[in-house]
């Protein structure tokens, strides 16, 4: 039986209109004279959904009793029974009932497919296996049902059914995805636009991954070797040198050319590993490439043409970038063509770009030379070329050169003290120069086999060829020692201006200095203390001992602090290399001082300001009920029996009343001060979010007139202080139902998102401008509220610093349709029960 086709609708997030369309393409195919039934749809509520499924056939499901419960599900064996032509199948991802005969959905359709019946289904991104954790990260929700993405890479074809995220944001607004009593929590939290372009840009990728995936199986299937240009793919060939970084950032910029272009970025190295480059520069070079936006790639290959072509060609490049060769035309001339024009020869339909840059056409250059002028492994060498070449060189010359051929016989072994030279240096070239000389002198010179001359020419060609040979070696020798000053002052280059970025970079400048110091002078360890012996930093394993060396940072009368470095002793241009580095040091602790001042200094100078804003609310806010109370108790006082009862009553109740409001004050400006010092006494507790909002709202005696409640019952409880996170409640209630719209009720909201519970307290009113947003949770603040009757404006300020001191946030956010909502979020309980609780959050 020929196996059926499947036909995935894959969408960014709910809402976007999966089921909709798979619908309207039933109909569509149903009108064509196609057999289309509903195996199973979820219309979710959505009247204009279930309208569409009206008149197409409808599979019965099958029930399923778990718990006492009746659950519905896709009925398989009645599908297979109607054999239609298409069955429509919602929810691919759909985990089936305990008790069905498949665990998943997914596995439902495969027992479709294999009865040879096309099958319709519709998927959510975020529940494709391989992307489910990525979804987790930008959305902050675990999703339980996944698909394999065998299952979906698998599919015939394979749709995304797109939405702009704005527009699923209005119609999400619009009532149209969810009921109103979810719409704003869904609004401001799965559904927020960062996260709906996040997904949508995961959903277009993952096809265009697939459509990728699907273009080289059909090339593979039908032998195509050419490039299909049906994307840009820039790949750039790094070398290690210097100019890869201009390289690359050609290379991007080729790939921005187009929409959906791709930079790669490939280095090829060789099977032996004698064609190596820096790691350093290769490293650095990597992480351009992946700040660029591209993929590092690294491939083996002796023919580095070969192998970047045969690289491009896998990966269907449409363009090389390669440098300019840094070979002299002279070398170029020796060595025939480089690597540009192999790779230009063997690119084909391949565009090849050639990037000059600085280093270009510079001409070789011989190897840096590390260790000492030349090592002893170096200088062994030599002496063992000496020892082994001398004798085979002797014995083929006397074997084969004719008597008069002195001259040749001088060349060859001037050659082989030449190459001694090369290899090990000075030592061992007038060994062999020495010994050449002799052994020319036994076998070549009249009379043989002594060393003896008969002919004063010979004696002064000898002398001239020994004169040579040291001279050749005092040449390569200097040349050694040369090479390692310049790789010494190079490394020491490297290593300040090193060293003057970790200063330029801050705080973190005086661990990394003592860290640069233990790595530049190879020690077990260093540490700075301060003078007293506070250890500042430290990297490695000091160990006290007597080769300890023990430096002052600044004024050697009155250190900052104390360099030790333990493990190791330094030379004279290593002693001249940490004093800079001590100096460094220095200017960095300095540094710190001066931030940490002027942190005190930011510090006092917002406590001032707070003090004097306190000191301007006490001499007018106070003011007021402070008159009241004491002009009401003094009219009792005054007028002693003469007052009426009710006109006592009335002042009686007028100082109550004046006396309560300074109380409440006085009380605001503690918790403010008790806030902005860091003393704050939180006594954490798992708390019931239900309870304390009906308490605050009990408290400020609103009625269902004034608030609508909409608390979810499965909430958890949540990580606070029950008393502070109730005066946070009130305090964001009372703010929401003075402010929202006349005739509007103030919405209180309670949801979970991830390991956090949310309170979302919803006004109607005038909002807050996104810029100022930040300005109602100054102290003192009531934002252009001239009602001077309504407190000091710290109801806002206290709730922020009640809600951070409990471990939790408070951010104000827009209201659809006009208003602002105030999210207060905490650990749930369950997830924060690890975690101690403390007296006091500062």
Known sequence: ???????????????????????????????????????????????????????????????????????????????????PDIALVDELAHTNAPGSPNAKRWQDVEELLTAGIDVITTVNVQHIESLNHVVEQITG??????????????????????????????????????????IDAALSNYFRLGNLTALRELALLWLADEVDSALKRYRAEHGIRGTWQARERVVVALTGGPEG?????????????????????????????????????????????????????QIVGDDVPRALVDFARSVDATQLVIGASRRSRLAAL??????????????????????????????????????????????????????????????????????????????????????????GGIWPALFAAVLSGLTLDFLFIEPLFTVTIADPDHALSLLLYVVIAILVSWIVDQAARRSRAAQRAAAESELLATVAGSVLRGESAVPALVSRAREAFGMTG???????????????????????????????????????????????????LLDVMVVQLDAALERSALTETAREAGALAETDQVRTALLSAVSHDLRRPLAAAVAAIGGLRAAGDSLSD????????????????????????????RVEAGVLAVSLAPVDAAGTILAAVD??????????????????????????????????????????????????????????????????????????????????????????????????????GFAEGMGGTLTPEDTPGGGLTMVAEFPVAEVAASIPSSGAAS
Do not use: C
């Open 245 to 297: 970084d201009t390289l690359l950032r050609r290379g991007a910029r080729i790939a921005a050319r187009s929409a959906g272009g791709e930079l790669l970025a490939v280095h090829v190295s060789s099977q032996d590993g004698l064609r190596t480059a820096t790691a350093g520069a290769l490293a650095s070079q990597r992480a351009l490439v992946e700040s660029l936006g591209g993929t590092y790639h």
């Open 334 to 423: 020796l060595t025939g063509a480089g690597i540009g024009a192999t790779v230009v020869r063997e690119s084909g339909d391949i565009d090849v770009h050639i990037v000059t840059h600085a280093a270009a056409a510079r001409g070789l250059h011989l190897p840096r030379v590390t260790g000492g002028a030349l090592s002893v492994t170096r200088r062994l060498l030599g002496f063992a070329v000496a020892l082994v070449g001398g004798p085979l060189l002797s014995w083929l010359l006397f074997a084969t050169s004719p008597d008069d051929s002195i001259t040749t016989d001088v060349l060859a072994y001037q050659l082989l003290v030449v190459v001694v030279a090369l290899v």
């Open 141 to 182: 929700v675990v999703q339980r049902e996944t698909v394999p993405d065998a299952v979906v890479r698998g599919a015939d074809q394979v749709e995304v059914v797109d939405l702009a995220p704005q527009s699923l944001r209005d119609r999400l607004s619009a009532g149209l995805v969810y009921p109103a009593e979810r």
């Open 1 to 83: 039986m020929k196996r059926g086709r499947l036909r995935v609708l894959l969408g960014a997030a709910p809402g976007v209109g999966k089921t909709y369309e798979m619908l309207e393409e039933g109909r569509r195919l149903r009108a064509d004279g196609r057999d289309v039934v509903i195996a199973v749809v979820e219309t979710h509520g959505r009247a204009p959904t279930a309208a569409l499924a009206e008149g197409l056939p409808l599979i019965p499901r099958r029930v399923v009793r778990h718990r006492d419960v009746e659950l519905t599900e896709l009925d398989v064996d009645a599908v297979r029974e109607r054999h």
């Open 699 to 800: 408290e400020l005696g609103l009625g269902p007139e004034a608030v609508e409640l909409a608390l979810d019952p499965d909430l958890p409880l949540v990580q606070a202080d029950p008393v502070l996170l109730q005066r946070v409640v009130v305090n964001l209630l009372a703010n929401a139902v003075r402010h929202t719209a006349p005739g509007t009720r103030v919405r209180v909201a309670t949801s979970r998102l991830g390991p956090r519970a949310q309170i979302r307290i919803v006004d109607h009113g005038m909002g807050v401008p996104h810029e100022r947003q930040d300005d109602i949770f100054a102290p003192f603040q009531r934002l252009g509220d001239t009602d001077n009757t309504t407190g000091l404006g710290l109801g806002l300020a206290l709730s922020r």
């Open 646 to 673: 009710e006109d006592r009553a009335e002042l009686l109740a007028t100082a109550d009343e004046s006396l309560a409001t300074l109380s409440a004050l006085v009380t605001d400006l503690l918790d403010v001060s």
């Open 526 to 576: 260093v540490r700075l203390v301060s003078r007293d012996g506070t250890v500042l930093a430290t990297d490695g394993e000091p160990v006290p001992d007597e080769r300890m060396i023990r430096v002052p940072v600044g004024e050697a009368s009155t250190p900052r602090a104390f360099l030790e470095l333990h493990g190791g002793e330094l030379d004279a241009s290593a002693r001249r």
